[in-house]
T-cell receptor, first 115, second 110 residues
């Protein structure tokens, strides 16, 4: 089945540790996104990429890093510089038309908790 | 002022009721208006979208856009317990980045 796979689903991290969240898609989509969701705040864009080896910062990129070495993969690293990393992280992808219309396909999310 | 404002609820209705979910926005450049549905602990899924002003109907769901008032609505007819979810409005802006509302949590009671 075509879709977006995020892993792990739940992750616990000690303060000062970097963690990497995986996102893989088999929809042959060019664009991929990472969002953060906090209670009562909707979704906020962290990073996005419209083509391999290129990505742009979103509204809240500080303390995060990404790479786009393959079309199918867009991993997100939450670094120790992120002051409040506990959140629900969502990866999404879209085709070229979806970049204009806003039609995104989301994964099931990764919940990160900092202990 | 946020670009997209949405009443967070929570909203609780009996089964069979008509539900009205609303968003206001400030950016007159928005052309596409999206509604996403998100079940608890899941990723959002696109429910429907409209382009420019007017209505769009899909089964029990109707999306309405009033660009003169910068106001969009999602109506759910004959609501079911399976409609219980958080509903997010979203609009792509000039930078092709989606701006999301904060979401309205809906519970349909059997």
């Amino acid at each position: 089945d075509g879709g977006i796979t995020q892993s792990p689903k739940y992750l616990f991290r000690k303060e000062g540790q970097n963690v990497t969240l995986s996102c893989e898609q088999n929809l042959n989509h060019d664009a991929m996104y990472w969002y953060r969701q906090d209670p009562g705040q909707g979704l906020r864009l962290i990073y996005y990429s419209q083509i391999v080896n290129d990505f742009q910062k979103g509204d809240i990129a500080e303390g995060y890093s990404v790479s786009r070495e393959k079309k199918e993969s867009f991993p997100l690293t939450v670094t120790s510089a992120q002051k409040n990393p506990t959140a629900f992280y969502l990866c999404a992808s879209s085709g070229l038309a979806g970049v204009t219309t806003g039609e995104l396909f989301f994964g099931e999310g990764s919940r990160l908790t900092v202990l | 002022q946020k670009e997209v404002e949405q009443d967070p609820g929570p909203l609780s209705v009996p089964e069979g009721a008509i539900v009205s979910l609303n968003c206001t926005y400030s950016n007159s450049a928005f052309q596409y208006f999206m509604w996403y549905r998100q079940y608890s602990r899941k990723g959002p899924e696109l429910l429907m979208y409209t382009y420019s002003s007017g209505n769009k109907e899909d089964g029990r769901f109707t999306a309405q856009v009033d660009k003169s008032s910068k106001y969009i609505s999602l109506f759910i007819r004959d609501s079911q317990p399976s409609d219980s979810a958080t509903y997010l409005c979203a609009m792509p802006g000039s930078a092709r980045q989606l701006t999301f509302g904060s979401g309205t949590q809906l519970t349909v009671l059997p």
